[in-house]
């Protein structure tokens, strides 16, 4: 019989609390930043935090994921492969890379043998490139958020020893990841250090060659958020495995929600096709509210180009979370407004509409009479039949703040008469205590199931008691059940954490066999830009360049971050970013996809109000638009 096809669930965590909270959510797996490094400057967590977090995971056979997935400069090598070992120390299951110094440290013997995951950072979007990674030892490849399930598929086709990790909900970034450079060059923040200042979510005038005006003040690069928990079964299919949510800035509300939504969904992709498909961790996440996406931060609902380029994937209007649609503006008073819907409400509720400016203006319920509304002050843009969004319910976010899930493993105890005493079993985890027998008066069954069971606060629930033999007539104290029980889970807990980690060294220990090959292999490129930029390499500290070099790259470059001046100006106009969104389709002027013909003169640029532009390329072959930094 085929083997089941393992389904992960890989969720946020901003910190340790956060993660915990994720697994009892249903993750079956959790990324979270170490204390540098890690992509999110603002996310960083020390060495013993995580390790609280690996052992807590580690008892449900969850995973814990470190990223360790920007950029690194030469003088930051050393520190990050001490940083490396402390993970390895604390046994985290894999850690995410972009730098390709790391593989070489690795190679080198530098730092302990290790799982390693090429971060979305890599540009994964080819099975070229997909092939290449895997064979530079990595396990993992975490593929670009623009692909079609028709690109996962051929990527699984063409590389199925490669685990596929893909994004399925939070934000979307416009550039393919690991090539924007905006930040830096507008900013001198790198996106690629984990200090974005989201160039994207700006507003722009976008002018024609002659300098027309063509759109105004609009947030052109703005994208909805990613959504595809209806597209999950056939991501599955594709051959993708793990299925992660964005979001390690995000609140506690949201990681809690959002991954219940998620495991729910999964759990019954999982019953149905039982005979194909296993999650991939243990227990079952009891969650004590209704799940619901509309409930947290989201700019609006995309499912990107997963069915292929689709219209309305970006939110020109506003980069700022929208919430749920609650109804329409019915009738107005001086003081107050009613709304037409089924929506309840309650004070302190916050509300937002786009307004005939076509800007987002949000205002706060003071009072809530069913749907009648009173605001603290009456918005001036309001008007009947404007369309309302929540953007904070107070119900909903009072609940959050409470305990919402427990996740507990089924458990089936034995209880054993021995010669000297009793034997508490559960699978091949036993306790053995002794004690004088005496011969119960009455049936002691009830009693020894009640104690038995008593499983509250404990990461587990009783599912049967037995007894050997099976017309047991011992008396037993309560005493001694409940010290029996106690040791049981406690020795359970303890060998569950140590069985997965000790099939984690294993793990390890063939991974490192796996980067021994890689000098036999040459570099991939991604298009033509990768040749006339090679800093899309990201190529920043030594170690990294003689990686490259010894796996065939001919010329190699600095990171855009490193670039002096004098090499910026050479390059002309730096390319930014590569994104799949295209500005011209989206406005609904691309003639190969039944747009309108444009009356403007290209190029077209993006212009911000302190007078920087940017050049647009539009390569229609591809499908590609890319972002050209002014000079």
């Known amino acids: 019989m085929k083997p089941l096809q393992t389904i992960e669930l890989l969720a946020p965590a901003k910190n340790a609390e956060y993660g915990m909270a994720a697994i009892d959510h249903g993750a079956d797996a959790v990324y979270i930043g170490a204390e540098s490094f890690g992509a999110r400057a603002a996310a960083g967590n020390p060495i013993e935090d995580i390790a609280m977090l690996c052992n807590y995971a580690h008892l449900f056979g969850a995973r814990v994921y470190v990223t360790v997935n920007t950029i690194v400069y030469d003088e930051e090598v050393e520190k990050t492969a001490e940083l490396l070992k402390k993970l390895r120390e604390i046994h985290v299951d894999a850690v995410l890379v972009q730098d390709m110094a790391i593989m070489k440290l690795a190679e080198e013997g530098r730092v302990p ?15 070229e490139k997909v092939d290449w990674l895997h064979s530079m030892g990595f396990k993992r490849v975490v593929l670009a958020r623009e692909l079609s399930v028709e690109e996962i598929a051929a990527i699984h086709k063409a590389v199925p020893g490669a685990e596929l990790e893909v994004f399925v909900h939070g934000a979307l970034c416009v550039s393919y990841s690991g090539v924007c450079y905006a930040s830096q060059h507008c900013f001198k923040r790198s996106a690629n250090r984990g200090e974005c200042a989201q160039f994207c979510r700006l507003s722009f005038d976008l002018k024609d060659a002659d300098g027309h005006v063509i759109e105004k003040s609009r947030h052109l690069l703005s994208l909805k958020d990613m959504c595809q928990i209806d597209s999950l079964e056939k991501m599955m299919a594709a051959g993708a495995t793990s299925f992660k949510i964005e979001g390690r800035l995000k609140d506690l509300a949201y990681v809690k929600n959002v991954t219940a939504a998620y495991s729910k969904r999964l759990d019954e992709i999982v019953k149905k096709n039982s005979q194909r498909y296993r999650r991939a961790s243990s227990g079952q996440s009891n969650c004590l509210f209704t799940p619901n996406l509309e409930k947290t931060f989201h700019r609006g609902y995309t499912s990107y180009f997963l069915n292929g380029r689709q219209p309305h994937i970006f939110s020109p209007d506003t980069p700022k979370v929208m919430g749920e649609f609650v109804g329409k503006v019915k009738e107005i008073r001086t003081h107050s407004f009613n709304v037409a819907g089924t929506a309840s409400f309650a004070n302190g509720d916050g509300l937002c509409f786009i307004n005939d400016r076509r800007e987002l203006e949000g205002f706060r319920v003071n009072r809530a009479e069913g749907n009648r509304l009173f605001p603290l002050a009456m918005p ?14 107070q119900e909903f976010e009072r609940l959050m703040k409470k305990q919402t899930a427990e996740r507990k493993m089924a458990l089936e105890l034995t209880l054993v008469e021995t010669e000297s005493g009793f034997e508490l079993r559960a699978g091949h985890i036993s306790v053995h205590m002794e004690a004088e027998k005496q011969t119960a008066m009455k049936s002691q069954r009830e009693n020894i199931e009640r104690q038995l069971s008593k499983l509250g606060g404990t990461p587990y629930y009783c599912q049967a008691v037995h007894t050997v033999p099976e017309n047991f007539r011992c008396f037993v104290p309560s005493s001694l059940l409940a010290d029996m029980r106690r040791q049981l889970v ?31 292999y040459k570099v991939v490129e991604i298009g033509e830009e990768y040749r006339k930029f090679p800093y899309l390499y990201n190529i920043s500290n030594r170690l990294a360049e003689r990686f490259y070099r010894e796996k065939g790259m001919e010329r190699a470059a600095d990171a855009f971050e490193l670039m002096s001046a004098a090499s910026a100006r050479d390059a002309d106009e730096p390319l930014i970013m590569q ?35 940017f050049r647009l390329e539009f390569k229609c072959n591809e499908c590609q638009m890319n972002v050209y930094g002014n000079q």
């Open 490 to 520: 406690e020795k359970l807990s303890r060998c569950r954490v140590a069985d997965h980690e000790k099939a984690l060294e294993k793990e390890m220990e063939n991974a490192l066999k796996t980067t021994e090959t890689a000098s036999l």
């Open 113 to 127: 043998p290790m799982v390693f995951h090429a971060s979305t950072q890599t540009d994964n979007r080819t099975a």
């Open 579 to 613: 994104c799949r969104h295209c500005i011209k389709y989206s406005l609904g002027y691309c003639t190969k996809k039944g747009g309108r013909q444009p009356q403007w003169c290209e190029p077209l640029f993006l212009s911000l109000p302190d007078g920087r532009h």
């Open 380 to 393: 001036k843009g309001l008007c009947s039949g404007t369309a309302l969004y929540r953007n904070n319910d």
